[in-house]
């Protein structure tokens, strides 16, 4: 059965530094999103993508955040300069023709010094 | 705006006991709700979804939702769990008509089932 893949599986930066989440979605799905869960919070919208531009975006996504679909299989989310604060699992999910099936991927673990 | 309030943080359950686990939300627009559950070191999956019809939704392993709107709730249910059902359950809703595909998530519900 075909499946979100996410990496790395765990990541440990410094605070400031610039870090890039993979993500490749399952084959032919067209709309993309990522979501975050602080430790013992809450799932978190972040962006949703579709047709190779963001369609929506959360308080959170500001201009330290940015998404790409570089080469029509992968997916990524990149913050330019990591805070304390977004220490949290990143997850990723897919869906197809209907948007309300979304396939999500196991997560990043993100954990910023 | 839309919000989902998960009032049990943790179920422990005997296994083949019955068990409930329930979501409310709120939203000044038509929605549409669904559970996830993710079971450890894996991602959510999706488990049953309300998008429109009859009020009461199964899922292919004995799980079951009814959406009620005069009280705001879509409560899961399982008549009979297993060891294999413990995992954390996750309510969402989205707006009916939402294009985008955001999900508001509750808390999480973790679902505990004891031999």
């Known amino acids: 059965e075909p499946e979100v893949t996410q990496t790395p599986s765990h990541q440990v930066t410094q605070m400031g530094q610039e870090v890039i989440l993979r993500c490749v979605p399952i084959s032919n799905h067209l709309y993309f999103y990522w979501y975050r869960q602080i430790l013992g919070q809450k799932v978190e919208f972040l962006v949703s993508?579709?047709?190779?531009?963001?369609?929506?975006k959360s308080e959170i996504f500001d201009d330290q955040f940015s998404v790409e679909r570089p080469d029509g299989s992968n997916f990524t989310l990149k913050i330019r300069s990591t805070k304390l604060e977004d220490s949290a699992m990143y997850f990723c999910a897919s869906s197809g023709g209907v948007w309300w099936t979304q396939y999500f991927g196991p997560g990043t673990r993100l954990l910023v010094l | 705006a839309q919000s989902v309030t998960q009032l049990d943080s943790q179920v422990p359950v005997f296994e083949e006991a019955p068990v409930e686990l329930r979501c409310n939300y709120s939203?000044?627009?038509?929605?549409?709700l669904f559970w996830y559950v993710q079971y450890p070191n894996q991602g959510l999956q999706l488990l049953l979804k309300?998008?429109?019809?009859?009020?009461l939704v199964e899922s292919i392993n004995g799980f079951e939702a009814e959406f009620n709107k005069s009280q705001t709730s879509f409560h899961l249910r399982k008549p009979s769990v297993h060891i294999s059902d413990t995992a954390e359950y996750f309510c969402a809703v989205s707006a009916g008509s939402s294009n985008t595909g955001k999900l508001i998530f509750g808390q999480g519900t973790t679902l505990q089932v004891k031999p």
């Open positions: 993508f579709y047709n190779n531009e963001i369609s929506e």
């Open positions: 309300y998008l429109s019809g009859s009020t």
């Open positions: 939203s000044s627009v038509s929605v549409y």
